[in-house]
């Protein structure tokens, strides 16, 4: 049987180094490489592009948008790891959890974008508590999150390096923790928005810490502004029953669960070095105050892993093959 050719524009970056990674290792497809010093050449990318079952893009925007307007190929499906398609209408977006038919629609797409990274993080958790009505669509809804360094590309890598990153400089990080995104522009919010089925597009805070990989997403909930204030055992039922049988999405214990580091913190970097999106639900009865959180790798699932995942769906291969 002959194996599927996958091609990745951009093998050398961040998000293309860690998808090679995984592929390398597997024996059901084959990896295609462009001569490195024709790595600009658009023409041959191009070319390769039209050759393989998969194209896998890591390349930014407009480079995107570029080389998806060269192929001519009706055969080759397009994987998008960049923003710029996540929100486009023709696209397929790649977040199999997201909804019943979401899995079918990627299968059967031969243009999907990968979710990002946050957004992975928010709509796993946000998505499920609109849809049943428990949180309300019209809810002001805010995020603050975290993410490692890892997450903002090879010039914020290169700068943290220079502090020793985790393993310890000779001087402190320029930000061991630094919160952005504070014009409120942040081109996650619209994939959010689109997604999550609010009417109000949410407040996003994003902050990037001093270390490599690891990303929480933390989502307020006052819901004592709510006639009706659920309670955070229905929170969790929700989440759980949404994700039901979904090996990539786990629903952690109510409140502590053990999961908390010295029973005080939410450890960030945990779910580091797999695919997983795990979720929380920490709640207040009697003051009518929760948090739903959501804890992955922003190289895993919210990025490489999520790639092979859809690639995976894509081909039609076992959803799993590759991801832990």
Request: charged content about 20%; glycine content about 12%; hydrophobic content about 40%.
């Amino acid at each position: 049987m002959v194996q599927p050719r996958v091609f990745i524009d951009g093998e050398a970056g961040t998000t293309g180094l860690q998808i090679y990674s995984r592929l390398a290792q597997r024996g059901d497809v084959t990896v295609v490489s462009i001569d490195p010093a024709k790595r600009k050449d658009v023409v041959e990318r191009a070319r390769l592009m039209d050759s393989v079952d998969v194209a896998i893009l890591c390349l930014p925007d407009e480079a995107a948008r570029e080389v998806v307007g060269l192929i001519s190929s009706p055969t080759v499906k397009i994987l998008d790891a960049s923003t710029a398609h996540r929100t486009h209408a023709d696209w397929a977006y790649g977040f199999p959890e997201l909804a019943p038919g979401q899995r079918e629609t990627i299968a059967k797409s031969y243009r999907v974008s990968n979710p990002g990274c946050y957004p992975t993080g928010f709509l796993a958790a946000m998505k499920p508590l609109v849809a049943s009505g428990l949180v309300p669509a019209d809810f002001p809804v805010t995020i603050n999150a975290i993410s490692g360094y890892s997450g903002g590309g090879r010039q914020l890598i290169e700068t943290y390096g220079e502090y020793g990153g985790e393993s310890g400089g000779d001087s402190e990080p320029p930000y061991p923790y630094g919160v952005y995104g504070l014009t409120f522009g942040h081109k996650h919010v619209e994939e959010m928005y689109r997604y999550s089925g609010l009417a109000h597009a949410p407040l996003f805070l994003p902050a990037v810490g001093a270390f490599e990989q690891g990303m929480l997403v933390q989502i307020p909930l006052p819901l004592w502004t709510l006639d009706h204030p659920p309670t955070g055992q229905q929170l969790w039922d929700v989440l759980a029953d949404y994700y039901a049988g979904e090996p990539f999405v786990q629903v952690k214990a109510l409140g502590d669960g053990g999961e908390l580091r010295d029973r005080k913190f939410l450890d960030t970097k945990a779910a580091n070095g797999t695919n997983q999106v795990q979720l929380f639900v920490f709640a207040n009865d009697d003051t009518h105050e929760a948090l739903v959180a959501a804890r992955l790798d922003n190289l895993g699932k919210g990025a490489a892993g999520a790639a092979v995942q859809n690639m995976n769906i894509m081909l039609g291969l076992s959803e799993q093959t590759g991801l832990i």
